[in-house]
């Protein structure tokens, strides 16, 4: 289960770039509610709100409980803005979910006891983590903070799957349904390749070696 993330905001009218940009200065956050059959609603969040629940890994992938005006929704956080270098969020969409339907989130990959497997004891090898989150599809009630992947078994040459991951009850990855070639490798173990200096070899030295 999730973290129970929760969010409180208040309505808005929307008035276009100038009345963002007031809103930030307030120290607002101005954003859209959408989904389940209802109108998409502008709203307005704190931004030291948004700040304190983004601390936490699971903020982004998590169902949030967000009361607009005193009415409780559940939602998902799906698109959000970011200053490009100041820590300041610019704007957020929040999507209204159905407890009853499911979801598809992208939830964090932690991986367990690498340095304890053999590949991680052995020299010359490289593991490779090429997913750090998957999409999931499921209640949500049964979302997932992360799903963790142990490679207490890993060694030198192994693949790990989309497949060979265990989820959660009532949790599954959507794309292994859509054929074998998004069977996609998670994690590879592969050795470092070593580049060989010819002159070690035995073949020709530099021209300016040989004048």
Same mark, same amino acid.
């Given at each position: #289960?999730?973290?129970?993330? @929760? !969010?409180?905001a208040t309505? =808005? @009218? $929307?008035?276009g770039k100038g009345a963002s940009r007031r809103l930030r200065i307030a120290g607002h956050v101005p954003a859209i509610v959408?989904?389940?059959g209802e109108a998409p609603q502008a709203i307005q969040v704190l931004h030291n709100d948004i !700040?304190?629940?983004? =601390?936490?890994?699971s903020f982004y992938s998590s169902v949030i409980d967000l009361t607009v005006d005193g009415k409780l929704q559940k939602v998902l956080i799906k698109d959000w803005q970011k200053h490009p270098f100041k820590? !300041? #969020?610019?704007? #957020?969409?929040f999507q209204r979910v159905n407890e009853n339907e499911a979801v598809r989130v992208a939830v964090p990959v932690h991986f367990l006891n690498q340095e304890k497997s053999p590949a991680g004891k052995t020299a010359g090898l490289v593991i490779s983590h090429n997913l750090t989150e998957i999409t999931v599809s499921c209640l949500p009630k049964d979302l997932p903070e992360f799903i963790e992947l142990d490679l207490a078994s890993l060694k030198g040459g192994d693949i790990v799957h989309l497949s060979? $991951? @265990?989820?959660p009850a009532g949790v599954e990855i959507p794309e292994l349904g859509l054929g074998k070639e998004h069977d996609v490798a998670v994690v590879t173990v +592969? +050795? $470092?390749? %070593?580049e060989v200096d010819p002159a070690a070899e035995g073949g020709d030295?530099? +021209?300016? %070696?040989k004048k």
């Open positions: #289960m999730s973290t129970n993330h @929760k !969010l409180t309505s =808005r @009218k $929307i008035e959408y989904g389940a !700040l304190l629940g983004s =601390r936490f890994e820590q !300041l #969020m610019l704007h #957020m969409d060979d $991951i @265990k989820l +592969a +050795a $470092i390749q %070593e030295a530099p +021209a300016e %070696e």
